[in-house]
């Protein structure tokens, strides 16, 4: 292959030559990419503003310490019922009216937290705003899977997930300085549904059609609801991608939530510097989360993850066991290199999560992965707290033996992901070969659910005859 993104010649699975496939974004694909992680950007925002308004909102509302926590976990939970029961139905409908449903869905109940009056209402707007964000999160993932081939999925993914850096570094912050102008906590809530409502507007407007890969006669389109369920949910394949992902969560949601009690607590920083720490992991992953992506489509995403993935261990292990009284910028490199290499190994780890359901199965698949996903923080969530003691003065008790466990779960999924497999015809989506072709390929997917170049505003160069073009179908088809 070679570098800085010039076409290189690949050998396909099937053993085809694969001449010029490109590692860089084109134009069409990256406005795509940008209009998706607007999505991401919202959604997480959406998330995360809500803990530290929390504070505010039980002062406004008269809230109880239990209803602020219903009110922080409702967003999770609905994510994982809705995740589990769009598993159902997620494949059925055009990809791209399907997220403006879903983000429509998002937009009106990120509206009702702005207007709920009580604490019924902000507990409705926060399920609305869960399930239908939860959701809509997955079908970007979809998108990419089906709308950019192997050699730019890693990259492309690096640019998605970036929305997560942004949203801690530019999307919280923020929101609570909105929250200060204007003395409300509901004013957060009100400028993110105005912004979601010029997202919902660009995704009209830039995504171009996706219809729902279909398969012909494939026996398996006449599955009933539940055989179809139960075929997402217990393929082998499947079933080590929803292990892999609980794996990767439960290593790092076993010590996040008690992470920053930990870090005053236990380490002695000041309450006021847990800002640094969000503000520097967001800015050196939104640095080298892209970078991750190229350099996993390049060397490999496995090879990629397995180094990422097994140094994550050693951050987990070195801020687990912080002393105390230790300099600010020595916790914030701890802090700032494990938000990096962990988010990093995400890039390549939902590359290959995405692939490993068939086209036709993978939006319910990313649905059913969604609610793994969301399962996986509480149960990670809990185990933690019951490993974790408390003296009186609040130090944390047991930290290094949770972070012996994160370590530890950490280094298995190094292992799981050579169990991974990509499913039949889950490669590709968009033409990643520049082969001649006199004429251009159909405008519809074919049986495949492979999208052409037309589709994603790109047009194929001029040339040699159709058996060029059936020749390009053909190395597709193996991608």
């Avoid at 998605?160 to 809530?189: N, R, T």
């Avoid at 912004?195 to 660009?202: C, F, G, K, S």
Wanted: with cysteine; hydrophobic share 55%.
């Amino acid at each position: 292959m070679m570098d800085g993104g010039e076409p290189a010649t690949e050998i396909s699975p099937s053993g085809l030559d694969v001449r010029n496939v490109s590692f860089r974004l084109t134009w069409p694909e990256t406005r795509l990419l940008l209009v998706l992680a607007a999505v991401q950007f919202t959604h997480v925002v959406d998330f995360m503003i809500i803990m530290p308004l929390g504070p505010r909102m039980k002062g406004s509302l008269n809230l109880n310490l239990e209803e602020v926590s219903n009110i922080v976990a409702a967003y999770a939970v609905a994510a994982a019922v809705a995740g589990l029961l769009a598993a159902f139905v997620m494949d059925r409908f055009d990809r791209k009216r399907l997220l403006l449903a879903l983000y429509t869905g998002f937009t009106v109940g990120t509206g009702l937290c702005a207007l709920a009056p009580n604490y019924h209402m902000l507990l409705l707007g926060r399920v609305v705003a869960g399930a239908f964000g939860g959701v809509g999160a997955s079908a970007t993932l979809v998108i990419v899977g089906d709308a950019f081939p192997d050699s730019r999925r890693g990259a492309a993914m690096g640019v998605l997930m970036s929305a997560f850096s942004v949203a801690s570094i530019v999307g919280v912050p923020a929101g609570i300085l909105i929250a200060d102008v204007f003395g409300y906590w509901e004013a957060p809530f009100a400028v993110l549904a105005g912004v979601a409502v010029l997202v919902l507007a660009a995704i009209q407007l830039v995504l171009p059609p996706l219809p729902r890969p279909t398969s012909g006669a494939h026996p398996a389109d006449a599955l009933s609801v539940a055989s179809r369920f139960l075929t997402i949910l217990l393929r082998p394949g499947h079933l080590l991608a929803y292990l892999f992902m609980t794996g990767l969560v439960m290593s790092s949601f076993i010590i996040w939530p008690t992470l920053p009690i930990f870090l005053v607590k236990n380490v002695g920083i000041d309450d006021s510097s847990l800002k640094y720490v969000y503000l520097c992991g967001g800015v050196a992953t939104l640095l080298t989360l892209t970078w991750f992506g190229r350099l996993a489509d390049r060397l490999g995403k496995r090879l990629i993850f397995r180094v990422l993935g097994g140094f994550t261990a050693v951050p987990l292990l070195l801020i687990t066991n912080l002393p105390h009284g230790l300099a600010l910028p020595l916790v914030l490199g701890a802090t700032t290199l494990l938000m990096t290499v962990s988010s990093g190994r995400m890039v390549p780890a939902m590359a290959l999560i995405t692939v490993s359901a068939e086209p036709r199965f993978r939006g319910s698949f990313m649905s059913m992965n969604s609610a793994v996903q969301q399962t996986a923080m509480a149960l990670a969530a809990v185990i933690g707290g019951h490993m974790i003691g408390e003296t009186a003065t609040g130090v944390l008790t047991g930290y290094p033996l949770v972070g012996c466990v994160a370590a530890g779960v950490s280094l298995l999924t190094v292992f799981i992901v050579g169990l991974l497999r990509t499913a039949p015809l889950g490669g590709a989506a968009v033409v990643a070969v520049e082969l001649p072709a006199e004429m251009p390929l159909p405008e519809n997917p074919g049986e495949e659910g492979i999208y052409t170049p037309e589709m994603m505003g790109m047009t194929m160069p001029k040339a040699a005859p159709r058996a060029a073009a059936r020749e390009s179908s053909e190395i597709r088809r193996s991608l």
